[in-house]
């Protein structure tokens, strides 16, 4: 091929194609493998899902370094980058670092987006109705 403006871009688009067609068999292939023990989850930084932890142990925030207590859980679900189905993500999350939440998937929206925080019930201040 000649050194034209035309041929590099060619072969630029083409080695951008074998690439997209790389993943995409690569993402294939991760499809049948197992999701790895509950252990390797947490140490790998993945999102802890409070259905997992024990009821009575007090909630903390997820985002490292930060003791504080949990106050508000953020939920995103989008479409996976394959676009083999949903993914939700969710964290507990101390009122400094909720306030600093931003959806962090927007390339994945589709119908079923989905970005909300909501605060734990034991967060919510229970006030006395007026007499």
Do not use: I, W
Not at 6 to 19: I, L, T, V
Not at 92 to 104: F, I, K
């Amino acid at each position: 091929m000649a050194d034209t403006k035309k041929g590099r871009n060619k072969q630029a688009h083409d080695a951008e194609k074998r690439q997209r067609e790389r993943e995409l068999s690569e993402a294939r292939e991760r499809a049948d493998e197992t999701e790895p023990p509950r252990d390797e989850r947490e140490e790998s930084g993945d999102v802890r899902d409070d259905a997992d932890e024990n009821a009575d142990s007090p909630r903390r925030c997820h985002r490292r370094g930060c003791d504080e207590a949990a106050a508000f859980v953020v939920l995103e679900r989008y479409q996976e980058e394959t676009g083999h189905g949903a993914v939700e993500a969710k964290a507990l999350l101390c009122r400094t670092h909720t306030a600093e939440e931003r959806p962090a998937n927007l390339d994945g929206v589709y119908a079923e987006y989905v970005f909300r925080v909501e605060p734990l019930p034991e967060s919510v201040p229970v006030t006395e109705p007026e007499r």
